[in-house]
């Protein structure tokens, strides 16, 4: 099956958050449902988001055959050199 690499966006459309899914749309309401109860910067600022009557945008920035964890790490390394991301890992399923 392939992966999706996605990107998170504020309101002004920069780019928070690069992750990777099976089915957008299920990852996408997963976000809503642990922005509920997890406690990490993504999902801090998913809440922050909510709560302002804003809902973060997803955008699919590409979709993998194969080797998905070195594109997520490639993404989350181009968008931090662009500017800060909430990313606490640097991709590629780590830390477990």
Request: proline letters at 5%.
């Amino acid at each position: 099956m392939p992966a999706i690499i996605y990107a998170l966006k504020d309101d002004h459309g920069k780019v928070r958050y690069i992750g990777k899914a099976n089915n957008l749309y299920a990852r996408f309401q997963g976000h809503f449902r642990d922005s509920g109860r997890r406690k990490t910067p993504v999902y801090a600022w998913f809440r922050k988001c909510l709560n302002r009557g804003f809902v973060p945008e997803i955008e699919a920035l590409e979709t993998c055959e194969t080797d998905w964890k070195e594109r997520e790490k490639f993404w989350i390394a181009h968008y931090r050199a662009l500017g800060p991301l909430l990313n606490v890992a640097d991709g590629g399923d780590e830390p477990f």
